[in-house]
T-cell receptor, first 115, second 109 residues
Framework: TAGITQAPTSQILAAGRSMTLRCTQD?????MYWYRQDLGLGLRLIHY???????GKGEVPDGYSVSRANTDDFPLTLASAVPSQTSVYFC??????????????FGPGTRLTVL | GQNIDQPTEMTATEGAIVQINCTYQ??????LFWYQQHAGEAPTFLSY??LDGLEEKGRFSSFLSRSKGYSYLLLKELQMKDSASYLC??????????WGAGTKLIIKP
């Protein structure tokens, strides 16, 4: 099985433009997450979804939006990109709504540069 | 506030043992995770502790002391492929992971 896929692998985006980062999982996991990873900082949660049809804000949600129309897909949209959104973005999923010791499985990441 | 502290970088020799420490402060506590991340790749799960004590899994072991807010990851018989960053993450009362910045482990021959 593919696990979690993300697209694109990398992207250079002009400031002010919008973009959607795609994430798809085939493990039928209830919970999905979007993180950003910046040098010298830990992974920071942007948005999450405990189950299809629901979403929640993480630590750094400003400038980002998500939707969870079905179990498999969890796209992340930047409505108007700014240079501070330059980062590596990881999508992850876990079973059981994230509770207990359920590990999170990560996609390969999207490297985004905003100029 | 919530915080995870771990050393930025450590160096060890192939075949040796290394211990990576992590201290945590979370709002509530639902366990402590360790992940491995090779450069340019995604994090992958190594271990989970929710009770005090040592969990052993092959060459890797993880320890937790809830009273001290402390965990460590022990890697034995180090191999060159163990060169990676090791991420400590605490799960808070909302079942969200709070991540440390990671410890970059450099293995020398």
């Amino acid at each position: 099985t593919a696990g979690i896929t993300q697209a694109p692998t990398s992207q250079i985006l002009a400031a002010g433009r919008s973009m959607t980062l795609r994430c798809t999982q085939d493990m039928r996991h209830n919970a999905m997450y979007w993180y950003r990873q910046d040098l010298g900082l830990g992974l920071r949660l942007i948005h999450y979804s405990n189950t299809a049809g629901t979403t929640g804000k993480g630590e750094v949600p400003d400038g980002y939006s998500v939707s969870r129309a079905n179990t498999d897909d969890f796209p992340l949209t930047l409505a108007s990109a700014v240079p501070s959104q330059t980062s590596v973005y990881f999508c992850a999923s876990s079973d059981g709504g994230g509770q207990g010791g359920n590990e999170q499985f990560f996609g390969p990441g999207t490297r985004l540069t905003v100029l | 506030g919530q915080n995870i502290d771990q050393p930025t970088e450590m160096t060890a020799t192939e075949g040796a043992i290394v211990q990576i420490n992590c201290t945590y402060q979370t709002s509530g506590f639902n366990g402590l995770f360790w992940y491995q991340q090779h450069a340019g790749e995604a994090p992958t799960f190594l271990s989970y502790n929710v009770l005090d004590g040592l969990e052993e899994k092959g060459r890797f072991s993880s320890f937790l002391s809830r009273s001290k807010g402390y965990s460590y990851l022990l890697l034995k018989e180090l191999q060159m492929k163990d060169s990676a960053s090791y991420l400590c993450a605490g799960m808070d009362s909302n079942y969200q992971l709070i991540w440390g910045a990671g410890t970059k482990l450099i293995i020398k021959p």
